[in-house]
């Protein structure tokens, strides 16, 4: 409960300020608990999982699903001086296979 430096009233709180409720008279609240900051947001990570959408597609059957679309892309495997292998990406179930499997 506050009073009126000007004439005595109660006042009343509004928004941080205790308000008069005769003369209009503000002042600010010493105590200013209402604004304690606190910190406790949890840090949500969004992780993107974009990268195979990304990549060419092809026509290639799935292994596992049948489906006649995939993704496709090069990698070294092994030594340097071996040639690229291809992979492909199921566009309906990512079952990953390599080419030359077939
Ligand atoms: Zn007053
Ligand atoms: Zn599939």
Same mark, same amino acid.
């Given at each position: 409960m506050e009073f009126c430096d000007e004439c005595g009233s109660m006042m009343k709180a509004d928004d941080g300020y205790w308000v008069c409720g005769s003369c209009d008279f503000t002042k600010p609240k +010493? @105590?200013?608990?209402?604004?304690?900051?606190?910190? @406790?947001q949890e840090a949500t990570e969004v992780i993107e999982s974009s990268d195979e959408t990304s990549l060419p597609k092809t026509e290639a059957r799935c292994?596992?699903? +049948?489906? @006649?679309q995939a993704y496709w892309y090069l990698q070294q495997t092994r030594s340097a001086d071996e040639s690229e292998t291809r992979f492909f990406i199921c566009a309906e179930c990512e079952y990953k296979w390599r080419e030359d499997d077939n």
């Open positions: +010493g @105590d200013s608990d209402e604004y304690v900051v606190t910190e @406790d292994p596992e699903c +049948g489906h @006649d």
